[in-house]
């Protein structure tokens, strides 16, 4: 009975401290008094008025010794009001805390030497907003956490019980198949071996068996396809012949021995790419994408790759208003996403970044794609992978450099927070190969103070992959002398060796790499040597298809809906034209050492397996 009482008594309490926060008054004092006269316990809790007075000053306090460079007191009511739980779990409180105490490790050389800088106010801001949204979190109503936290888990159950029943029926599907075969296998093998027993019996009579049975016997213990050849071509009269040929029968598959896939009809599937509903447009993207991520790497995939490209699948080279290329600016949220994972795969291919390269058409959609998406994250993911792919090619690095992409780039790595992983890996690595150029290091050089800002920041991300694209866009733009001048008045060299301390070795090899170019005394600017000879010797030549391309989809079939390899052999069965194809010879002799900062472009997924480049 006391459970029950103290549990209702915090109950009552939650409810008086939402309707407190939500400013119902006069509600609030009716509860309260009715409470009090049925003799209801209210949990007591801190008043919100007095809780929002206690956080401003706290608040006021710590940005006081932020100015005053006390770093005793501030990390005193740093460790004493920010909740361990933040500032050990959450990465944005870590890297804060960090910055925090190179300002104050750096506090007196910066006011000795008496010049601004534009650090310090942004570190300032950032702490700032960072205090706000903590103690605001603080002060929410704990119901009203209750209420967020159980709908967002539910929805999200909600959605991942759906996956699990489709992933479910589809391998069910899959196992049924499979049991029937075993079924008939097994049925067939006891019918053999009842005749064999027979067999047995019938020779202990001095009855003899002939090799004509024997052989009869022996073709229905292989398969289908194999029972017709061995009939005519297999001797069974000579000894062990049966038995070596049913432990062949045995062996794995090799994948040498994987089939082609079947033709389309791709006139027929561009028809219905432009002018079919978005949910058939939908499936269709997907499907023809799945043919490229699961297809077989080698002769099946480059099949499938050399077939959409010879038919021009998405357009590249039409002139006509309506084009399959034209999806990417799609109404529909799931064909504009759909269209960008397909351009995507495509780029992550050699051969297919040679066909989307032909001219600039596909690369200015990209980036008028990258700069007006706002409502889908996983779209705009993978636009900006197929542009970082893009920027193995020297004529498309030049363009993104002449369209300013190099400023966007910039800009949104400013909040990296904000970025999801895939984002901000192939955004800071389409930075790095962009200012691997002259002319992208040119670039650089008018924003100069705002780059290093950046890079300097990303240094110390929690995202380590990101690590060999900052130093190498570092290590780069720090050949320009106006950059390493503006790079020395900022401190760069004592917040390099702040990461020289905590890195591993290899992050402080190329730290050191950095370190030496920023102190070098080189060309003055105007006099860097050019780069702008357009050949395609940087092309890496590996093909990289990442599991990401085919996450989180966004549609299922529904029940006697076609999908995928289904949809395309059903509905755009063509006639058999697939033949295999040569590979250009990449450029497997040039390796990265590790140690120095990279100065050749690179994609993160031909980096993160070890390719070379």
């Not at 760069?492 to 591993?504: V, Y």
Request: aromatic fraction near 8%.
């Amino acid at each position: 009975m006391g459970d029950i009482l103290a549990r209702e008594s915090e109950l009552l309490g939650l409810v008086r401290e939402y309707l407190d926060f939500a400013e119902f008054e006069d509600t609030l004092k009716t509860f309260s008094k009715e409470c009090k006269i049925k003799g209801k316990p209210l949990c007591k809790t801190v008043g919100g008025s007095f809780r929002d007075s206690k956080s401003l000053t706290i608040q006021k306090d710590l940005v006081a010794a932020f100015d005053d460079g006390d770093q005793k007191v501030f990390f005193s009511l740093w460790e004493e009001h920010i909740p361990s739980s933040v500032r050990d779990g959450d990465s944005f409180a870590q890297k804060l805390e960090f910055y925090l105490h190179i300002h104050f490790a750096i506090y007196l050389l910066k006011h000795s030497v008496g010049r601004p800088d534009s650090w310090t106010p942004e570190l300032k801001l950032k702490l700032e907003k960072f205090l706000a949204l903590i103690f605001k979190a603080s002060n929410t109503p704990k119901l009203l956490t209750i209420y967020k936290e159980n709908g967002q888990s539910n929805k999200e159950m909600l959605q991942q019980l759906h996956q699990q029943l489709v992933e479910a029926e589809r391998r069910s599907m899959t196992y049924l198949k499979r049991y029937n075969k075993i079924q008939a296998d097994y049925h067939n093998l006891i019918g053999v071996t009842a005749e064999l027993v027979d067999s047995l019996e019938a020779t202990v009579s001095g009855k003899m068996i002939t090799p004509e049975y024997l052989q009869s016997v022996c073709v229905r213990l292989f398969s289908n396809q194999m029972r017709q050849s061995l009939a005519h071509s297999v001797d069974f009269t000579r000894p062990g012949t049966a038995s070596t040929m049913l432990r062949a029968s045995l062996a794995p598959v090799k994948l040498k021995d994987v089939p082609l896939l079947p033709s389309l009809d791709y006139e027929k599937l561009k028809k219905d790419l432009i002018l079919g509903s978005d949910r058939l447009k939908a499936f269709l993207l997907q499907a023809l994408r799945w043919r490229l991520t699961t297809s077989h790497p080698g002769e099946q995939r480059e099949t499938v790759l050399q077939a959409y490209i010879s038919n021009d699948l998405l357009d590249c080279h039409s002139h006509n208003q309506r084009s399959v290329l034209q999806l990417l600016h799609s109404k529909s949220d799931v064909v504009r996403q759909y269209m960008a994972r397909l351009i995507n795969a495509f780029a992550s291919l050699a051969e297919g970044r040679l066909y989307l390269a032909q001219n600039t058409k596909v690369l200015r959609m990209l980036e008028g794609r990258l700069k007006e998406e706002d409502k889908d994250i996983i779209t705009r993911e993978n636009v900006l992978g197929a542009l970082q792919k893009f920027s193995l090619r020297r004529p498309l690095q030049t363009a993104m450099i002449q369209d300013g992409l190099i400023f966007w780039l910039v800009d949104a790595l400013k909040d990296p927070d904000c970025l999801s992983d895939y984002t901000l890996e192939y955004s800071v690595a389409l930075l790095m190969n962009l200012c691997l150029r002259s002319a992208g290091k040119n670039m650089c050089a008018k924003v100069a103070g705002l780059v290093l800002k950046v890079l300097s920041d990303l240094l110390g991300h929690e995202n380590h992959e990101i690590q060999p694209y900052v130093n190498g866009a570092l290590y780069s733009i720090l050949s320009v002398p106006s950059i390493r001048e503006e790079a020395r008045a900022m401190g760069m060299e004592d917040i390099l060796r702040c990461f020289i301390k905590e890195g591993n070795a290899e992050m402080i090899r190329q730290i050191e790499f950095i370190i030496k170019q920023l102190n070098s005394e080189e060309l003055p600017d105007g006099v860097l040597e050019s780069d702008d000879d357009e050949d395609e010797d940087d092309e890496e030549d590996h093909d990289i298809m990442e599991a990401d391309l085919d996450k989180d989809e966004l549609i299922q079939p529904q029940l006697g809906e076609l999908s995928g390899e289904k949809l395309l052999t059903t509905e755009y069965l063509g006639i058999m034209t697939n033949t295999g194809k040569t590979r250009r010879k990449g450029l497997a002799n040039v390796q990265w050492s590790g140690d120095e900062p990279l100065q050749r472009p690179v994609t993160p997924g031909g980096h993160r397996n070890g390719y070379p480049v």
